[in-house]
């Protein structure tokens, strides 16, 4: 019954009758979660001027691997806690079908090998001196400004796509993996109707951890970087959607997957427009220029109403 699952065991169970019923209720959970904060009315994607004519020219946003942020320890952050979550109740637990699930989803859990987080990300701010540095060529690039609403309204709240608010506060989450994690192993002890049909309900639980967790990994980040106040458009994908859909670009000389996020059947796509609000460029050495070719993209590509705007920092700030 302790026996590890593999990524066939994971790819090939599907959740029905009451195991589906549970991972419904956990998402229920998770909405009440991350629908509490109130969305901005615009959030700001920065992005480099490739970055920009990409998304402008295709109508798409850009999600990026997860794996392959610019802060390569935050995928490792939210996985410690989720690790010790699970070791920390393990220990605790007095039940060996508890522990053999726990030993179990300490291995399952981790989306590497069977899934993988795209991520869009975006900040309340459109002007703010972290994000020029960190995210758009050090003043250079661009931000692009969209309804937050209406980005809730077009992501909704599924099992492979959400937009939600990062989680800073450690408390919190902790809280929300602990929440999880209970509400889990309480499916787990009610669906386990005998023994012997102990393996093939631990393996299913499993799946309801796997398919509920994975926001946790997308969504914490450390209180360090909480002045970024950031957003996130994440889609997950099998290893075979990745494989059908991944595009990949250079940043600083590596290759970087990305998938465009195309929302297909939503308000916009009537129109075939990104609803962009406006769009700032960085502090430039040449404010009237580029605010002159910007002006040219965004009236070419069909959104003559996108007002660009220009970064009020000092160009000298940000290149110290």
Not at 151 to 158: A, C, D, K, Q, R
Not at 233 to 240: E, G, H, P, Q
Request: charge should be positive; charged fraction near 20%; include cysteine.
């Amino acid at each position: 019954m302790g026996a590890t699952l593999t990524t066939k065991d994971l790819e090939s169970l599907t959740l029905q009758g009451p195991a589906r019923q549970l991972f419904i209720d956990i998402q229920a959970y998770r909405r009440k979660v991350h629908f509490s904060a109130p969305v901005p009315g615009i959030v700001y994607h920065y992005t480099t001027g490739r970055g920009l004519l990409g998304i402008i020219e295709s109508d798409r946003l850009w999600a990026t691997n997860i794996g392959y942020l610019n802060d390569p320890s935050e995928w490792q952050y939210a996985s410690s806690l989720v690790r010790e979550a699970l070791q920390k109740r393990r220990e605790s637990d007095s039940s060996r079908l508890v522990r053999d699930f726990c030993d179990n989803a300490l291995t399952s859990f981790n989306l590497a090998e069977t899934l993988s987080i795209y991520v869009a990300c975006f900040c309340e701010d459109g002007d703010l001196l972290s994000q020029w540095r960190g995210y758009a060529d050090a003043g250079e690039g661009y931000s692009i400004g969209l309804p937050g609403t209406v980005l809730m309204e077009l992501g909704g709240f599924g099992a492979k796509f959400f937009f939600g608010k990062v989680e800073y506060r450690k408390a919190k989450q902790v809280e929300i993996i602990t929440a999880v994690l209970d509400q889990t192993i309480a499916g787990l002890l009610t669906l386990t109707k005998s023994r012997k049909a102990a393996t093939q309900t631990m393996k299913v639980c499993c799946k309801v951890f796997q398919q509920s967790i994975w926001f946790a990994l997308a969504v914490f980040k450390s209180g360090a970087f909480e002045s970024e106040k950031e957003w996130r458009a994440i889609r997950l994908l099998t290893t075979t959607e990745e494989k059908a859909s991944v595009r990949m670009r250079t940043v600083s000389g590596q290759l970087v997957p990305y998938i465009e996020l195309d929302f297909l059947g939503s308000p916009w796509r009537k129109g075939e427009k990104l609803p962009l609000a406006h769009v700032y460029h960085g502090p430039t050495l040449n404010p009237a220029l580029t605010k002159k070719s910007l002006e040219l993209l965004l009236s070419r590509n069909g959104h003559p109403n996108a007002e660009p705007r220009g970064s009020q920092i000092p160009l000298r700030i940000v290149g110290r």
